[in-house]
């Protein structure tokens, strides 16, 4: 069966540090990636999706970065951290193909504070 | 642009009722649908998915689309405490695209 890691957990940083979160899927080849995230009270924004190695496309333009540098491996960068980053992050697959017929997985999620 | 809409809310229905979800979107040509669940603090999860005009039902959740009226619904029978969460629909509208979702309602299931 096909399962999606993530992590850390929890993750509490200073503004303008670095960060990096990464995302693995299993038991699936050639999957659909995605990162979301989430403020308090508030719907998911997505930020990045990625449809192959190397391929990414931004929907958010700020300081964050993506990359997927294996297929079932995908990892959301700053360089410097903003107070305005704070929120739950999400971690997205889908079964790649044109029309998405069975949703998506989310990972369990990362809370990041920036203080 | 393609957008998901629905009632924050809150919905709050006694236990045992029936709480009834919206969502409405803005394209026509728009091909499959989801509703998801999230739990405070956890992440979303997907409860029901929908394609054909129609009722589709599962347990105690049945989903409703209206392709005409481009409007799809989720209706949760015999509403458990347990129930209480944000309900996220989501719509695949067409090529290679992401799923648009919409902002949650918030459903409240009093005991």
């Known amino acids: 069966s096909q399962t999606i890691h993530q992590w850390p957990a929890t993750l509490v940083q200073p503004v303008g540090s670095p960060l990096s979160l990464e995302c693995t899927v299993e038991?699936?080849?050639?999957?659909?990636l995605y990162w979301y995230r989430q403020a308090a009270g508030r719907g998911l924004q997505l930020l990045f999706y990625?449809?192959?190695?190397?391929?990414i496309s931004s929907e958010v333009p700020q300081n964050l970065s993506a990359s997927r540098p294996q297929d079932r491996q995908f990892i959301l960068s700053s360089k410097k951290l903003l107070l305005s980053d704070s929120g739950f992050y999400l971690c997205?697959?889908?079964?790649?193909?044109?029309?998405?017929?069975?949703?998506?997985?989310f990972g369990s999620g990362t809370r990041l504070t920036v203080v | 642009q393609k957008e998901v809409e629905q009632n924050s809310g809150p919905l709050s229905v006694p236990e045992g009722a029936i709480a009834s979800l919206n969502c409405t979107y803005s394209d026509r040509v728009s091909q499959s649908f989801f509703w998801y669940r999230q739990y405070s603090g956890k992440s979303p999860e997907l409860i029901m998915s929908?394609?054909?005009?129609g009722d589709k039902e599962d347990g105690r959740f049945t989903a409703q689309l209206n392709k005409a009226s481009q409007y799809v619904s989720l209706l949760i029978r015999d509403s458990q405490p347990s129930d209480s969460a944000t309900y996220l629909c989501a719509v695949y509208f067409q090529g290679n695209t992401p799923l648009v979702f919409g902002k949650g309602t918030r459903l409240s299931v009093i005991a």
């Open positions: 997205a697959w889908s079964v790649r193909g044109g029309r998405i017929i069975y949703g998506y997985t």
């Open positions: 990625s449809v192959g190695i190397g391929q």
């Open positions: 929908i394609y054909s005009n």
């Open positions: 038991g699936t080849s050639n999957p659909n």
